[in-house]
């Protein structure tokens, strides 16, 4: 059974960082484009950041500067490093993966972790 199992979401103040990790079970881990994504309430979900199969990395420009992606095809686990977090990040952060080399920002996953809230104070 495939799953991805997102985890180091909380409560942060302004200025503030937290790393959340994904951890992918039952697939072949570095076959796989990894990507974050949120989703604030009203809004529809967007692509946060993604690395594709050999680590190339790619980063919306809300977060460009302040939030890196990275990936351990040993611990079959991608990482998203937030920094300088602002209120505006407030959202549910969800891992994704979809098969293949990846298409950077138009990552389009098949596969969904169940999300992992984040919550920015002022």
């Known amino acids: 059974q495939v799953r991805l199992v997102e985890s180091g979401g909380g409560l942060v103040q302004t200025g503030g960082s937290l790393r959340l990790s994904c951890a992918a079970s039952?697939?072949?881990?570095?076959?796989?484009?990894m990507g974050w994504f949120r989703q604030a309430p009203g809004k529809e979900r967007e692509i946060v950041a993604a690395?594709?199969?050999?680590?190339?990395?790619s980063h919306a420009d809300s977060v460009k500067g302040r939030f890196t992606i990275s990936r351990d095809n040993a611990k079959n686990t991608v990482y998203l490093q937030m920094n300088n977090l602002k209120p505006e990040d407030t959202a549910v952060y969800y891992c994704?993966?979809?098969?293949?080399?990846?298409?950077?920002?138009?990552?389009?996953?098949?596969?969904w972790g169940q999300g992992t809230q984040v919550t920015v104070s002022s």
């Open positions: 994704g993966a979809k098969y293949g080399m990846g298409q950077g920002l138009y990552l389009k996953p098949n596969l």
């Open positions: 690395i594709n199969r050999s680590g190339s990395t």
């Open positions: 039952g697939l072949t881990f570095n076959l796989y484009a």
